[in-house]
Each structure stands twice: as C-alpha cells, then as structure tokens.
Nanobody, 112 residues
Framework: QVQLVESGGGLVQVGGSLALSCVAS??????MGWYRQAPGKQRELVAT???????NYADSVKGRFTISRDNAKNTVNLQMNSLEPEDTAVYYC????????WGQGTQVTVSS
C-alpha cells in the first residue's frame, strides 16, 4: 500500500516563503508533484516532475515555486517563494506508478 506523507504547511505573510516536503512509501514513481485546492474551487496542478527530472508548472506559480525530487529517498519537495493570498489552499502530494496516489493534504495559508 503506497502512502504519501506531506509536511511543511503553515501560515505565512504575503511575500514570505514555505517549503513543502512529501515522502512516499515505495519507489519507481514516473511522476511526482503537487496539486492544490482552495475553498470552493477545483483541485488544480501546481507542479510536477518526472523521474528523469522534467518539470511542469502552473502559469500562476512559474518563477516563484520550484519543485525537486530525490529518487533515492522517494521524496518530492516544493519551495514556494513570494507567496500571495491566492496561494492559500490545501496542498496535496501526488505520485503516479501505474495508478495515481494522493497524500492527505497540508494547509498553506498566506495572510495579508
């Protein structure tokens, strides 16, 4: 049973930074990444990274967020800088290996 465990969410002021981390039980995930869901909105892609290191970002976070992964440790990280109130959401870790897996989510709140 694959489990994804996120950490690093919290409360930060506008313009601040947070780092999210996710560790997966298991290995060989072709894609890992982060999605988010704000109140009243659908879950949306934030960033993904393939096992080979290719990245994909939502336009709204390009230049502010950086995704990375450690294949040996089965972790994926998201460095979030210049945070805006619109970044407030529950952030979910994602991993794909034959099927998709999701973490429980971690709250990120950006206060103005």
């Amino acid at each position: 049973q694959v489990q994804l465990v996120e950490s690093g969410g919290g409360l930060v002021q506008v313009g601040g930074s947070l780092a999210l981390s996710c560790v997966a039980s298991g290995s060989g995930f072709t894609t890992m990444g982060w999605y988010r869901q704000a109140p009243g909105k659908q879950r949306e892609l934030v960033a993904t990274i393939t096992i080979g290191g290719s990245t994909n970002y939502a336009d709204s976070v390009k230049g502010r967020f950086t995704i990375s992964r450690d294949n040996a440790k089965n972790t994926v990280n998201l460095q979030m800088n210049s945070l805006e109130p619109e970044d407030t959401a529950v952030y979910y870790c994602y991993a794909k290996r034959m099927r998709s897996y999701w973490g429980q989510g971690t709250q990120v709140t950006v206060s103005s």
